[in-house]
């Protein structure tokens, strides 16, 4: 079980987190343990993106479960949490997910926050197709 250390809450409380404190290796293993843990909120974006994009809460579980983190993760000011960009396989495809770990409840145990998804390559989200 990986726990954010003393240190790392001291600076997560003192800095405001401006600098990622902890490898990326563990930033995913908080995000994968938050999803089995429950410690999941769903914003309005999230469902709005998913329906528009027709996607699933389980494909952007699939993706972060199973996926690894595709760039640094960046700091949201406005939130005051950390987006991170998954990438992973649902159902043959690959799936990109927007998520985020919130301190701000607890800090040994992030809340793990849906941001929005998107199938690479899938264009069936923008509209009905022209006809020819």
């Known amino acids: 079980m990986f726990a954010v250390d003393e240190d790392a809450k001291q600076f ?18 908080l995000l994968v343990q938050g999803i089995y843990k429950g410690r999941v909120h769903i914003t309005d974006h999230f469902k709005k993106q998913s329906k528009e994009r027709r996607f699933t809460t389980i494909e952007m579980e699939r993706a972060i479960k199973g996926g690894r983190i595709i760039a640094p993760p960046e700091y949201c000011e406005e939130f005051k949490n950390w987006v991170f960009r998954v990438e992973g396989l649902c159902d043959t495809r ?39």
């Open 94 to 132: 690959q799936f990109e997910a927007r998520v985020a770990l919130d301190w701000s409840e607890d800090l040994d145990d992030p809340l793990v926050v849906y941001i929005t998804g998107i199938y690479k390559g899938d264009t069936r989200w923008q509209g009905k197709s022209k006809k020819k």
């Open 12 to 29: 997560l409380l003192v800095v405001g987190a401006k600098e990622f404190p902890l490898s990326l290796d563990n930033g995913h293993l």
